[in-house]
């Protein structure tokens, strides 16, 4: 079974510019979480959504940054403009809710976007 | 905001030891609990879940739970060199049933042969 897909595996843009990652869920799975991983801060949640819709934005860091899972198969992370602070490892993972049972929710990663912002 | 802490590393030991990781987490209520492994330059891994009260066994891996002391931990047995990686602890969000998790920084452990 094909996992968490994420494209590009690596970024280099120059700050100012637009960059915009994106992931595919395992199929059947219809909660999806953006993460960012850097040394100082360790794993961060951006975003994630339940059955397409954003549930908690909370973490995203600044307006800079904006989500959408325009369908249950692809959602896509963009920040306009970047800055190179903004240098991380983007992870997307998904998993499947079972509301009402105890056990649930294991997260399954994608290989993660590096992005490196000069 | 909830706190996931793991003990401080870097934890290093020999091959054929045991290692053991722990964690604990602020929020009573949480009933799901996860061990990540991260090699170098991957992503997470899954490696084990742990619902219940006492020990989980898989393979040279058991996990812990005391929900009491709101502890976590994670035995590897017979260590190996390849078990070299940072590990994560994670733990449901009880305000959420939708899959949250919180995760601790990481406890990164090296086995030296």
């Known amino acids: 079974d094909a996992g968490v897909i994420q494209s590009p595996r690596h970024e280099v843009t120059e700050m100012g510019q637009e960059v915009t990652l994106r992931c595919k869920p395992i199929s059947g799975h219809n909660s999806l979480f953006w993460y960012r991983q850097t040394m100082m801060r360790g794993l961060e949640l951006l975003i994630y959504f339940n059955n397409n819709v954003p549930i908690d934005d909370s973490g995203m860091p600044e307006d800079r940054f904006s989500a959408k899972m325009p369908n249950a198969s692809f959602s896509t992370l963009k920040i306009q403009p970047s800055e190179p602070r903004d240098s991380a490892v983007y992870f997307c993972?998904?998993?499947?809710?079972?509301?009402?049972?105890?056990?649930?929710?294991?997260?399954?990663f994608g290989p993660g976007t590096r992005l490196t912002v000069t | 905001q909830k706190e996931v802490e793991q003990n401080s590393g870097p934890l290093s030991v020999p091959e054929g030891a045991i290692a053991s990781l722990n964690c604990t987490y602020s929020d009573r209520g949480s009933q799901s609990f996860f061990w990540y492994r991260q090699y170098s330059g991957k992503s997470p891994e899954l490696i084990m879940s742990?619902?219940?009260?006492g020990d989980k066994e898989d393979g040279r891996f058991t996990a812990q739970l005391n929900k009491a002391s709101q502890y976590v931990s994670l035995l590897i047995r017979d260590s190996q060199p390849s078990d070299s990686a940072t590990y994560l602890c994670?733990?449901?969000?009880?305000?959420?049933?939708?899959?949250?998790?919180?995760f601790g920084r990481g406890t990164q452990l090296t086995v030296w042969p």
């Open positions: 993972a998904s998993s499947q809710d079972r509301r009402g049972l105890v056990m649930a929710y294991e997260q399954y």
């Open positions: 994670a733990v449901n969000d009880r305000g959420s049933t939708l899959g949250r998790l919180y």
């Open positions: 742990i619902y219940s009260n």
